[in-house]
């Protein structure tokens, strides 16, 4: 039988990262910090017995700060407000609680190491938007860049308590930043309200970064050198407030890993998706106020069941569709830094897939993800053409070739196609420090994946976040039986990440901690579209899967209603003036 090595309802999206055993010394010694809302007393994470060659013998760990007021009653689906303020000093050494989600939205991890990274706290509550703030240095004068991380999960699932920040940043010169927001229905549900007709999570993230420009400063950071960065549903975030006008200001850089905009869509007005949950629970659909009273007396358990994530378009939040703002370059200027695995949906079954598997799981799974994202798309409207851009009918009636097929189609059309337009709509938008990145190792830490799954879905973060530097119990061995390549790559990778987040060019080391002797990264420009592959040997390319690429940003658009270059050859006018400034921001580089 056929089984997912990553999950078809997240994708394996939610996967994220967090160490059970942290030493930590908490109590009258820990630093006490002062915020707009009252002061706060963390926690110091000691690292020489944890993780190996970090840089700073502590990091001050601040878990469960309130940044917005509990979103219930009737402030469920409601912009979030401030919190109220406390008096005396907070402890702030445990984590907030996490979200509450669709049961099951997390499944299961396929391998032992995934275990390591799971939720540090067991509360679920509506009562969840709080932070975390992982810092080595708690002076005002400090000025570190900040890193704000959106975690991951599709927007339905996850949480910040997943992530180790303490690893980072013992091993670099950075705040970060890890954040809750609402999630499915709490955090996205469609209303009626000109204030917010939806998006509430991402409101959430918006809130959560106001506070981080009133308050960060206190905790070492610079408020002037903020980045938002997240992965999967994280990276659609970051790629949606990039996109918002009204994020406008609250960061200065972004960075998408495995996610751009990959979100259902729904038009402002349309109550379909509030309408049926209210049926579903018994609530009248007669009244808009009747209707939304009895939804905000329900338990969030029973309004947050098998409800995707869908971004509300038409209002302040977001103008038009994300593929509308991507194409058009309708988008904030910011420094991005993006990219993708080279195997994010990997199907694991050696035997192959048969034909009306291969038919099933492309509508069931694939094409509905992408007709969502166009208002009024039918996955009908495409299923043909997907099929012969994909599958040779040679080779139709091969299982192997159609696994093999089914893989990169899926990687194309969630991942790969999505982020070279963001990173198109970015670079033509005039800014020159745009990145882009494939990530390639097939890791040694995954015993008995198949050969031909290099990196799928979530595989970076191990990187990303130093997991090769954990050390085991008796903090004389490695926690992971990653190679020394590999280590070396992950210090590369959190190297680039944070030179980017300081400098706005990864290859900058200006400030680091440790300098690291980098492959230059090209920027990547609409003309030459250059990407680096990282590996424990990285190099660099141009055009990612360009003809798959062009099928799914140009192609599949057009089939689904969208305006864009003629089958001639020939470019509309919008897309010859985009051409034309992006050829003239080039000369003047």
């Known amino acids: 039988m056929a089984r ?45 017995s944890v993780v190996e060659n970090a840089v700073f013998d502590r990091v001050f760990t601040f878990k469960g700060i309130p940044y917005a007021a509990p979103p219930v009653g009737d402030l469920r689906w409601r912009p979030p407000r401030d919190p109220e303020s406390w008096t005396g000093v907070r402890d702030v050494t445990e ?39 992982y810092t080595p240095n708690v002076s005002v004068t400090a000025n570190l860049p900040v890193m704000v991380w959106v975690h991951g999960g599709g927007m339905v699932a996850g949480t910040s308590s997943q992530y180790p920040a303490e690893i980072p940043t013992s091993l670099n010169n950075v705040v970060m930043v890890t954040i809750n927001y609402r999630l499915g229905t709490l955090g996205f549900l469609p209303t009626r309200d000109d204030d917010a007709p939806g998006n509430f999570g991402l409101l959430d993230v918006m809130k959560a970064l106001q506070w981080v420009q009133a308050n960060i400063r206190n905790f070492g950071g610079d408020p002037d050198r903020v980045t938002i960065f997240g992965q999967s549903g994280g990276g659609w975030a ?17 960075i998408s890993q495995s996610g751009v905009a990959g979100v259902a869509i729904t038009k402002k007005g349309d109550l379909t998706q509030t309408e049926t949950l209210a049926r579903g629970l018994n609530c009248s659909t007669d009244s808009y106020d009747d209707l939304m009273s009895c939804l905000r007396g329900k338990p969030g358990e029973a309004v947050s069941v098998g409800t995707p994530a869908t971004a509300v378009i038409g209002g302040g939040f ?66 043909q053409p997907v099929i012969d851009q994909y599958v040779d009918p040679a080779n139709a009636s091969d299982p192997i070739y159609l696994r093999d097929q089914f893989v990169q189609l ?22 020159d420090r745009v990145y882009q990145y494939e990530f390639q190792r097939a890791s040694s830490v995954f015993p008995g994946r198949p050969s031909y799954i290099k990196a799928d879905h ?56 440790r300098v690291r002797n980098l492959v230059t990264w090209p920027r990547f420009m609409t003309s030459s579209q250059s990407y680096l592959k990282l590996d424990v040997t990285s190099s660099t390319d141009v055009r990612l899967r360009e003809s798959n690429v062009k099928f799914w940003n140009e192609e599949v658009p057009k089939l689904l209603g969208k305006e864009i270059a003629t089958g001639s050859g020939e470019k509309s006018t919008w897309s010859f003036l985009l051409v034309a400034f992006s050829a003239v921001v080039s000369l003047l580089q």
């Open 458 to 513: 979530s595989d970076e973060l191990f990187y990303t976040f130093g997991t090769p530097f954990l050390l085991d119990d008796t903090g004389a061995s490695w926690r992971y039986s990653f190679t020394q390549e590999e280590r070396d790559l992950s210090l590369d990778m959190m190297a680039y990440w944070v030179n980017f987040a300081t400098n706005g060019d990864p290859n900058d080391s200006s400030g680091a901690a």
């Open 95 to 133: 984590f907030g609680s996490i979200c509450v989600q669709s049961p099951g939205a997390q499944p299961p991890p396929p391998y032992p190491i995934h275990r390591e990274f799971a939720p540090r706290t067991n509360s679920t509550s509506e009562d969840c938007l709080s932070l975390n703030v």
């Open 238 to 254: 970051v790629s949606l407030l990039v996109m918002s006008p009204m994020a406008t200001g609250l960061f200065h850089r972004a």
């Open 318 to 383: 977001l103008p038009e569709s994300p593929w509308d703002l991507m194409y058009k370059s309708r988008i904030n200027r910011v420094d991005y830094l993006l990219g993708t695995n080279n195997d994010e949906l990997a199907y694991v079954d050696d035997d192959g897939l048969l034909r009306p598997e291969f038919q099933f799981q492309l509508t069931a799974l694939i094409l509905p993800r992408i007709s969502s994202q166009y208002l009024g798309g039918m996955v009908n409207m495409i299923l």
């Open 410 to 431: 899926g990687t194309d059309a969630i991942f790969a196609a999505p982020t070279v337009l963001m990173a198109q709509a970015a670079s033509v938008k005039g800014n």
């Open 4 to 48: 997912w090595h990553t999950s078809s309802a997240g994708l394996w999206t939610c996967l994220a990262f967090s160490v059970v055993v942290l030493i930590l010394t908490g109590g009258s010694d820990a630093a006490v910090v002062s915020t707009t809302h009252g002061d706060v007393r963390g926690s110091e994470f000691l690292t020489s």
